[in-house]
C-alpha cells in the first residue's frame, strides 16, 4: 500500500496561512482519490478537500473559498493550501483515501489563535 506523511502544521493566528504536505512513499497514481481529513478534540474525522487521479477537487462547504487542495505528481506529494484561518480549524489534519483505508498517519496539527 501506500503510505502518506503528513507536515507543514503548527501555531498561526486567525487570518493566517499554512501549507500543508503529504508525501507518499510510492506513486499516488494508484489510488484513485487522495483527500485531507481533520479531527478537532471532541469531535468526529471530517474530511475538507480530496483530488482525484484527473485532477477534479472538492472541498467541504466549511471550508470552500480558503482551503486549496492540489498534487504533484512527479514529487509524490499532495498539498493544502490554507488562508483565512479560524480557530474552528484548529485540529489534527492527516491525508489519506477515499474511501479511507485504516493505515493512518500520525496527522500534523494545526492550531489557530484567536
Known amino acids: 500500500h501506500v503510505r502518506l506523511v503528513e507536515s507543514g502544521g503548527g501555531l498561526v493566528q486567525a487570518g493566517g496561512s499554512l501549507r500543508l504536505s503529504c508525501l507518499a512513499s510510492?506513486?499516488?497514481?494508484?489510488?484513485?482519490?487522495i483527500a485531507w481529513y481533520r479531527q478537532a478534540p471532541g469531535k468526529q474525522r471530517e474530511m475538507v478537500a480530496r483530488?482525484?487521479?484527473?485532477?477534479?477537487?472538492n472541498t467541504a462547504d466549511s471550508v470552500k473559498g480558503r482551503f486549496t487542495i492540489s498534487k504533484d505528481n512527479a514529487r509524490n506529494t499532495v498539498y493544502l493550501q490554507m488562508y483565512s484561518l479560524k480557530p474552528e480549524d484548529t485540529a489534527v489534519y492527516y491525508c489519506n483515501t477515499d474511501p479511507w483505508s485504516n493505515h493512518w498517519g500520525q496527522g500534523t496539527q494545526v492550531a489557530v489563535s484567536s
Open positions: 483530488i482525484t487521479i484527473a485532477g477534479a477537487t
Open positions: 510510492g506513486n499516488m497514481l494508484s489510488a484513485n482519490t
